[in-house]
Each structure stands twice: as C-alpha cells, then as structure tokens.
C-alpha cells in the first residue's frame, strides 16, 4: 500500500475528511467547508476510474479548494472529460497545473469546453502536453471568452508560429485578462515572434512573456520587438534566451532600452551570435535606463572585454541590480557580492583569496570596478 498523501488545513471549524484510494495512488485530504484554502498536488501518478470519480467528488462538493497540480500525472480521456465537466460549474478553483498530463489536441478540447464557462481559474499550466497549433486555438479561444484566466504557462509544447499567431491576437484584444505567457520550446520563428512582438504594442495587461528555447526566431523580429519596447508600459519581464539572436539585435535594442521606463528583467542567455559588441551596444543604453534591475548574458558569445565596456555605463546606473555576463564555456557559477565600503580593492582581493565568494572579478580588482561598486553597493556581477 501507498503511503497517503496528505493536505490539510488548521482550522478549528469543522473539519472533513476525504480519502482517495486506489491501487495506484492514495490521497489523505482534510479539508474545512468554509475556508477556502485548501491546495492539493499529486505528482507523477497514472489516474485510474475510481479515483477519477473520486476527484470529481472532492472538486463537487467542497468550496475550499484553489490549487490542483498534477504534474507528470497520466490523464487518460475519462479523466480528462471528468475534470472537465467539473470545471463547468467550479468556482473557487484557482490555479490548475496539468503539466506533462499528455493531454494532447483532445484533451486540450475538452478542456477548452470547460474554460469557457468557468469564471475562477486564473492560472492555467499546460506545459509538456505535445498541444499543436490546433489545440492552441482552442485554449486562446476559449481564453478569450472567459476573460478571467491570467497567467498561461504552454511551455514545451508545439504550438508553432500558428498557434503564436493565435496568441497574439489574444494580446491584441482590448479585453485580454493576460498577464504572464510562457511558449517557451514551442518551435516558434520569425513570424510566429514578430506576431508576439507587435501584440505588445496594443497589449496594456502583460506583464511577463517568455518566449526562450525557440532557437529559429533569430534576429527577424527584432525590429517588432524594439516598437514593442516603444510602445509598451506594462512588459516588466521578457526572457528571449537560446533564440538564436545575434548582436544585431542588441543593437536595435539599444535605443528603445534608453527611454523604456518599465522593463525590470531582460533574459537574453544562450545565444551564441552575441558578442561584446553586442554588450557594448545595451551597455551605453544603461546610461539612460533608470528601470532595468537583471540583465543577463549568460552563455553568450562574449569575453572578458564584455564586463569592461558595462562598466563606464554602470557607474552612472545605480538601479542595476544583477548583471551575468558569464562566457560560454565558463567553468563554474560566481556571484559578485558587494564590496565593503571601507575595504579599499586590494584589502577586497585579500579577503576574496581567503574565502572565494568573490570569484573571478575580483580576484584582480581594478579601479573602474571598485568605483561601479562603491556607486551600487547592491549590485551583483556574475562573471
């Protein structure tokens, strides 16, 4: 027999308890009918009918529940149409993790069916359910009407640049509820980024996008993605790691990154074609930008010149916060802690040899970094 898997909340209101169990999983779930407070996760469990009815119980009768995460579980159809027909009529679910169920196209159906009716669901995750462009339509769709899911995670699917294009119409309409989106390993190119891209212009709820791990959308899209940077006041985080960009597109960035007033990360790790040009370029934007907090290159094309040319734009930015400009091929992860202000940079470079939580920049500490340092005393540089 399983050990159970047990969610409870401490209440001292009349608690009830509800037991699923079959021989693949058990579940110990004790729950309050008038808290809605009750969260419950089961990993990498292959559902079967009995506990499929029995979930269908749980979600029926108690009005506490807000998060259900089933990662890596096997959803087979029956399951998946249970869920479903629950979903319809639920109104305290909040967050619904379906990650790696294998849903699939059919899958995605039934529960676009449930979507469009269901008013509470705010954040839904459906990464890792080989999703097509086919079963992307239907999600947005579905999305759309409902007008109250707001964080969409349809990471390491295979949406492609048509379900993009249905995401970005999504971001387009004046009524999208979205605020964060992930399509990050999705086969995405050009086209299906530039449509992202250029959404961001009309889009005034999104918050954050992601769009890594899609390695053909290269430089094409940067033009889109500089007007976006433009337009644009609410993008507070964009990762675009492992795109295949190259310092082209840093440097039609650089501009729009001078007068952007709301953007705090920039992830643009894993792509081989920047270099310390590239750098150079976001470099002199930082002498304007008063909102980045994390910029990062790690894993890029650079060298150690590409720490040398952030510095100049670094002094006269105390807002930065982390910057990683580790090469592609380094060796280990180090993180910059703050300098002391009453260490001078040789008397840093001493303590640094006692412990090593200094790493590389500081192992031969130059005047311009300890003058950056002194200027930011928050700033962390990961070299």
Sequence with gaps: MHRPTSVAIDNNIDPVYVILYCSHVSVS????RYVPMLSVKLSSRQFCEPVARRFE????????????ALPNCRLDPPTVVRLSRVLQLNTSLYSLDLADAR?????????????????????????????????????????????????????????????????????AASNSALRRLSVCGNGLAAGGASALFAALRRNSRLTQLEVSRNGEI????SRELATALIYNRTLRHLAVSGCG??????????????????????????????????????ADSLRY???????????CGLTHRALTSLLPALYHNNTVRMIDVRPLNASSTTRQQPLPSNLTPAAAADDD?????????????????????HANPLLRILY
């Excluded at 119980?57 to 529940?65: M, Q």
């Excluded at 290269?218 to 899209?221: F, I, K, L, V, Y």
């Excluded at 412990?355 to 031969?364: F, K, M, P």
């Excluded at 500490?365 to 950056?372: D, G, K, W």
């Design 103 to 171: 849903l699939a196209d059919d899958g995605a159906m039934l529960l676009a069916h449930a979507l469009q009716r269901n008013s509470s669901l705010r954040m839904l995750a459906l990464a890792g359910n080989e999703l097509t462009s086919r079963g992307c339509r239907l999600i947005v769709r579905a999305i759309g009407r409902s007008r109250a899911v707001s964080e969409l995670d349809l990471s390491d699917n295979r949406v492609g640049d048509v379900g993009s294009r249905a995401l970005a119409e999504l971001l």
């Design 29 to 32: 779930v004790c729950v309050c």
């Design 57 to 68: 119980h749980v979600l029926e009768r108690f009005s506490c529940l807000r998060q259900l």
């Design 289 to 299: 930008n008063r909102s980045l907090r994390h910029l990062s290159f790690n894993r």
């Design 245 to 282: 960009l190259t310092t082209a597109t840093c440097c039609v960035l650089a501009r729009p990154l001078q007068s952007n007033s709301v953007l705090r990360v920039l992830a643009m790790d894993c792509n081989e074609g920047i270099t310390d040009a590239g750098v150079e370029a976001v």
């Design 353 to 373: 040899d006692d412990d090593g939580s200094h790493g590389n920049v500081t192992a031969s500490p130059t005047t311009e970094l300890s003058r950056v340092l």
């Design 218 to 221: 290269g430089d094409e899209s």
